[in-house]
C-alpha cells in the first residue's frame, strides 16, 4: 500500500530538553494508525511537525509524498488537525462555528451551512445548534471541535488525544465517527493515552516514550510480545501482595502492579504454569479474592514495554505543543 506518512529518524529539542530522538514512522494511506505514550513522550511534538507547525531539527517527514517543511503549503491542502484543547468561539453557537470555518475555507454561504448542519447532524449535536457553546458540556464541545476539524475534507487527518477528559458516552460517540471517517477511505493518525482505545480504533500502533518509538505493529503483535497470557491475581490485603509478588518472583516471574495494592499480574506461556501458581500461592496461606487468565490488555503491554502504567503523566516537554 503506499504511505500516507513517513519519517526517518526525527529529532526535536526544546533547549536542553530531546522532545524527540529519532522517530520513524510508515503509515499506510486508509489506515487508522495509533501513537500512543504518556504526556511528554514526545505525541504532540511528533504531530505538530507532521502537519507543518514545527520544524524538526534533524530528520525527514513527508506526507502523502510531500516534504514537511519543503512542501509545507502542498501538506497543509491535504490534512486537517484536531488539537488537545477546543478551538471553537464560545460566544458563537454551534452551527456558526462551522459555517465560519467553512467560509474561511472557501465555501459558499450555503454550502457552509449545509456541511455545518450535515456534521452536526452526525456528531449528534442538531438539537443545540442554535446554542452559545458556553453553555455546551465537556462532550459536546470536544465533539464540535473534532467537526470543526472535519468541514473541509482532507486525505490525512490528525487526531491529537481527542477524546482526553470525556465522559464514556461521548468517548464512544468519537470512537464511532473516527471508524466513519476511516471508512469513507481517510488515513487518520491518532495519538491518545487510552490504551483500550488505541486497541479498538488502530490497525497498526507505536508506543512511543522519552522521544522515541520502542514498539510498533497491531495490538495482537504487541500483546503476543509480553505473553500468550496474563495472569490476574487480586488479594484480601496490601501485605498479602507484596508477599505474593515475592512468590511469583521467586518463581522466575515477571510480576507487574494491578490497577491497586491488593492486585498483580504477571505473564504465562504454558497453561501448566496456572495450577502451578495457584498452588504455591496457597501453600504461602494466601488467600485470592480473584485469580483469573486472559489475553494481556494494552495497560499491561505498555507497563511490559516501558516500565511505567500509561497514565502516569510526565512531565510536559516545555515549549512542546498545547
Known sequence: MPLAIETEQLTKSYGAHRALRGVDLSIEEGSVYGLLGPNGAGKTTTVGILTTLLKPDTGMARVLGFDVVARAQEVRKRISLTGQYASVDEDLTGIENLILIGRLYGYSWKGARSRAEELLEAFDLARVSGKLVRTYSGGMRRRL???????????VIFLDEPTTGLDPRSRNQVWDIIRAIAHQGATVLLTTQYMEEADRLAHRLAVIDHGRVIAEGTGRELKARVGAMALHVRLYTAAD??????ELMRLKLEVHPGGDAFSLTTSIEKDEQISRIFHALSKRGLKMSEFSVAQPSMDEVFFALTGHAPAEDGEKAAGELS
Open 145 to 155: 471541535d473534532v467537526a470543526a476539524g472535519l468541514v473541509v475534507h482532507s486525505d
Open 241 to 246: 501482595a507484596k508477599r505474593a509478588t515475592a
